[in-house]
């Protein structure tokens, strides 16, 4: 099994950035894929970003792309989602996820997930 908990979160202004942090225990980090997701209050979860097992590989929701970056540590066993200019509509409780995959390409919203974690919640807001 892989534990996941992320960090980072909180209260931020429009035009200011946060960094989330998700950091796994357990089996070998590098065996997994992993995803960011996102839900804000009443509405569906959605996927925000992908990365495969080597970090090679990263995926983006379209209308995310060129505000947030994704990137791992594999030694530190850390996900980490980079959000810049920051938007009330960024607001939300985001959270990670993991799949076992070896693949080279990162996975996306529709690919199945095995872990996931609690979430951290970031709100923008003047």
């Known amino acids: 099994q892989v534990q996941l908990v992320e960090s980072g979160g909180g209260l931020v202004q429009p035009g200011e950035s946060l960094r989330l942090s998700c950091a796994a225990s357990g089996r070998t980090f590098s065996n997994y894929a992993l995803g960011w997701f996102r839900q804000a209050p009443g509405k569906e979860r959605e996927f925000v970003a992908g990365i495969n097992w080597s970090g090679r590989s990263k995926n983006y929701a379209d209308s995310l792309k060129g505000r947030f970056t994704m990137s791992r540590d594999n030694l530190k066993k850390t996900l980490y989602l980079q959000m810049n200019s920051l938007k009330s509509e960024d607001t939300a409780d985001y959270y990670c996820?993991?799949?076992?995959?070896?693949?080279?390409?990162?996975?996306?919203?529709?690919?199945?997930?095995?872990?996931w974690g609690q979430g951290t919640q970031v709100t923008v807001s003047p």
């Open positions: 996820a993991a799949r076992l995959s070896d693949s080279a390409y990162a996975p996306g919203p529709s690919d199945k997930y095995d872990y």
